[in-house]
């Protein structure tokens, strides 16, 4: 079975530092993979896309960026972080059969 | 691009009664509209959808139903229960891009 992991589970950062938060799937192949982020108390933002090793649609022009290096494998970055950055980071996965998302457990960022 | 608005922001029912939760999308080629459940400090889960050539669909106390004219869906829970409680998202695969535009949530209460 399908199964996605995302971490870290939670990060405190400060202001201006680096930050990378890593996913992968297991158990497919060439999945479509994002990365959404929530604010407290808000919905749900596209950050990034990936239909395939090295192809990246980025949603929201930002201080992030997103890479992924391997099929499984999605990671966000940002060189410089700011307050804003602060929320609820969520990995997915799309099935290629159905057009289920699958979350992973999400990274919580604060950045003070 | 794709946008999807989602009313009401916030819904309290009675335990027993039914909630209704609506969404209108803007790209009227999108043809799949799913809705997923938010558990507090939980990953979104899938808890029904619908593609553009079906009118509705039900399983169990949930229904979803789409018009396609209006470009509006909708959520209707029955006989809802205190585990209901949770934020409610609706979403729209914007055609051809691989991307999933999700309204902005509601948050539902059910009063025991």
């Known amino acids: 079975s399908q199964t996605i992991h995302q971490w870290p589970a939670t990060l405190v950062q400060p202001v201006g530092s680096p930050l990378s938060l890593e996913c992968t799937v297991e158990?497919?192949?060439?999945?479509?993979l994002y990365w959404y982020r929530q604010a407290a108390g808000r919905g749900l933002q596209l950050l990034f896309y990936s239909v395939g090793i090295g192809q990246i649609s980025s949603e929201v022009p930002q201080n992030l960026s997103a890479s992924r290096p391997q099929d499984r494998q999605f990671i966000l970055s940002s060189k410089k972080l700011l307050l804003s950055d602060s929320g609820f980071y969520l990995c997915?996965?799309?099935?290629?059969?159905?057009?289920?998302?699958?979350f992973g457990e999400g990274s919580r960022l604060t950045v003070l | 691009g794709e946008n999807v608005e989602q009313h009401p922001s916030t819904l309290s029912v009675q335990e027993g009664d039914s909630a209704v939760i609506k969404c209108t999308y803007s790209d009227s080629a999108s043809n799949y509209f799913p809705w997923y459940k938010q558990e507090l400090g939980k990953r979104p889960q899938l808890i029904i959808d619908?593609?553009?050539?079906?009118g509705e669909k039900k399983d169990q106390r949930i229904a979803v139903t789409l018009n396609k004219t209006a470009k509006h869906f909708s959520l209707h829970i029955t006989e809802t229960q205190p585990e209901d409680s949770a934020v409610y998202f609706c979403?729209?695969?914007?055609?051809?891009?691989?991307?999933?535009?999700f309204g902005t949530g509601t948050r539902l209460k059910v009063l025991a």
């Open positions: 158990g497919t192949s060439n999945p479509n």
């Open positions: 619908i593609r553009s050539n079906v």
């Open positions: 979403a729209a695969e914007a055609s051809g891009t691989y991307k999933y535009i």
């Open positions: 997915a996965w799309k099935g290629s059969h159905t057009g289920e998302l699958f």
